[in-house]
Structures are given as C-alpha cells and as structure tokens.
C-alpha cells in the first residue's frame, strides 16, 4: 500500500476512551470548526503538530495484539482524508473496526465535504461520531461523544440504509 504524509496532533496508542475496546487513536492536526470550549485547540492551526507518515503510524498499529480498532479524531480527521483511506485500508484488512470522529454532519460529507476524498474516506468507516462540539449541550454522562447533538452512527448501516441509523 502506498506511504503517504500525514500532519498529526499526536496519538494515543492504547485509548480505551475513544471507542469500544481497545485503540490506536489517531490526533490529526487542522480544523477548521472553531467550536466555543474546544477541548483541544492545540489541534486546530493547520501549519502545527508534526508530520509522519502512514508507514511509521501503522508500524505501531500493527505491533499491538490487542488493539480492537483505530480512531481517527482530531483537529478534523476529514481535511486529511487522503493518508487516512490508508490507514483505514489497511485496518480493515487486518479485521480492526474503524471509528471516526468529525465535526462535519454525516450528510456533509457524504456529500463531498470537505473533499470527495471525505466522501471515500466515510466507506471506510465503521463508526462516525459526527457534528461539532456545542458546549451548552456538553455531559460528561455521554459515552464516546462530549455533547448530545453528536451522533454515533452506524456507517455501513446509513450507507446501505440512505439515511443515518444510529450505531447499538
Ligand atoms: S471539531 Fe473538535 S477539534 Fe475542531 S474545533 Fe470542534 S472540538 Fe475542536
């Protein structure tokens, strides 16, 4: 599979709260949703964090055993879709679920935004926690999600669905 760059807040390599199990959660730098109360503003100038590459990232990933799935979150995994298809790909093959967290809507980028790499990159997905972080509506009661207009959503379910069904 092709190597490609990819710009990274940092990661987290054995997260048990970013989805079920345990994780390989992945911190891309850049976004551009500027949500009040953003837990992590660090994550949002496009020019920060640090580059790797999806070899060096997936090394990782491949020499823990007992990693469940990957997370891609962020900043907005989605402005990085490209390098991410690769990760994902390559996560599915080895039978790791793939969740995801953007602060783009489902609808947003099945249709394209911010790119219709988004869109291919929403194929790879198992999970999608989608829409912006609306701290009026923040409970720490939330299981995956850090406020209630965040939807966990079943990807292949929606696709196949044309609608969103809500991941169990
Ligand atoms: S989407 Fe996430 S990283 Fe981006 S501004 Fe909102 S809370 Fe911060």
Redesign the pocket.
């Known amino acids: 599979m092709p190597n490609a760059t990819i710009r990274i807040h940092g990661t987290a390599d054995d997260s048990i709260v970013d989805g079920p199990g345990i994780r390989f959660a992945l911190f891309t730098q850049g976004?551009k949703?500027?949500?009040p109360g953003?837990?992590?503003?660090t994550?949002?100038p496009f020019d920060g964090g640090s580059v790797t590459t999806t070899d060096a990232l997936w090394q990782r990933v491949e020499n823990n055993p007992l990693l469940k799935g990957i997370t891609l979150t962020?900043?907005?995994p989605f402005e990085q879709a490209e390098p991410l298809i690769e990760l994902a790909k390559r996560a599915r093959d080895k039978g790791l679920d793939v969740w995801a967290y953007s602060?783009y809507l489902f609808d947003q980028l099945l249709e394209g935004l911010p790119s219709t790499a988004a869109r291919d990159l929403l194929e790879y997905c198992d999970v999608l926690v989608d829409g912006?972080?609306v701290q009026e509506l923040r409970s720490y009661t939330l299981k995956w999600r850090g406020s209630s207009n965040q939807r966990i959503i079943d990807v292949p379910a929606s696709l196949a669905a044309g609608k969103v069904v809500e991941w169990q």
């Open positions: 976004c949703h500027q949500c953003c837990h992590n503003p994550a949002q962020g900043g907005e602060g912006p972080y």
